[in-house]
Nanobody, 121 residues
Framework: QVQLVESGGGLVQAGGSLRLSCAFSGSIFSINGMGWYRQAPGKQRELVVVIDSAGSTNYADSVKGRFTISRDNAKNTVYLQMNSLKPEDTAVYYC???????????????WGQGTQVTVSS
């Protein structure tokens, strides 16, 4: 089976930091687009940031300057460093990946189960 497993979520105070990881495993040997989405209670799922195989990125305006995405292709792992966290960052964060599509994918092929990030004030 193809699996994406997120880790690193938790409870932090405003201004703190967290580092999320997403490890990919399965029969697919190459991934183009990898990234992070989030869904807060009562809101639609939204893009946080995505990165393609060449390293090009697309960040949501709400996280620019605070969040940084990186990937290790050899390990099939993508990371999200989150600094200066705000209460409005509270959401379930989902990892996504696609073997063909890079940036701007309408629908990714593979998704993780999500990890909860809660930022208190």
């Amino acid at each position: 089976q193809v699996q994406l497993v997120e880790s690193g979520g938790g409870l932090v105070q405003a201004g703190g930091s967290l580092r999320l990881s997403c490890a990919f495993s399965g029969s697919i040997f190459s991934i183009n687009g990898m990234g992070w989405y989030r869904q807060a209670p009562g809101k639609q799922r939204e893009l946080v940031v995505v990165i393609d195989s060449a390293g090009s990125t697309n960040y949501a305006d709400s996280v620019k300057g605070r969040f940084t995405i990186s990937r290790d292709n050899a390990k099939n792992t993508v990371y999200l460093q989150m600094n200066s966290l705000k209460p409005e960052d509270t959401a379930v964060y989902y990892c996504a990946a696609d073997p063909l599509c890079g940036l701007g994918c309408n629908e990714y092929d593979y998704w993780g189960q999500g990890t909860q990030v809660t930022v208190s004030s």
